[in-house]
């Protein structure tokens, strides 16, 4: 069991998959337990120098990569967009793979339907 230092967050780490549970330890709790991560092996917390408040939360795993959570458990960084973001990068994205080396899907003659 990973506790916060300022004692509102606790990470356990249980299981042969190595499964990381986040706690909420105030009372009272603001969720239930939630599983963030498999292959977990340490966990990191980091806090704020001036307030001492919890951050984010950084579980290593085995593969020597790293994933954040948010103090609630929220996925942070590349891995964490929403359906609303993807409603936005859908478009962009899809426009980028329709122009290959300044081709258009109608310039391939509908290839690429």
């Not at 954040?68 to 478009?91: E, H, L, Q, R, V």
Request: no cysteine; aromatic share 14%.
């Amino acid at each position: 069991m990973f506790t916060s230092p300022d004692g509102t967050r606790a990470v356990w780490v249980r299981g042969w998959d190595y499964d990381a549970y986040l706690y909420d330890l105030t009372e009272p709790p603001a969720f239930p337990a939630k599983w963030l991560e498999w292959n977990v092996r340490d966990v990191g917390f980091w806090m704020d120098e001036n307030t001492g408040q919890l951050l984010d939360i950084e579980l290593r795993r085995y593969d020597d990569e790293s994933s954040w959570f948010d103090p609630d458990g929220n996925p942070i960084g590349p891995d964490s967009a929403t359906p609303a973001d993807m409603k936005t990068i859908a478009p962009q994205l899809q426009q980028t793979h329709l122009q290959l080396d300044g081709f258009t899907a109608e310039g391939l003659g509908g290839m690429l339907r």
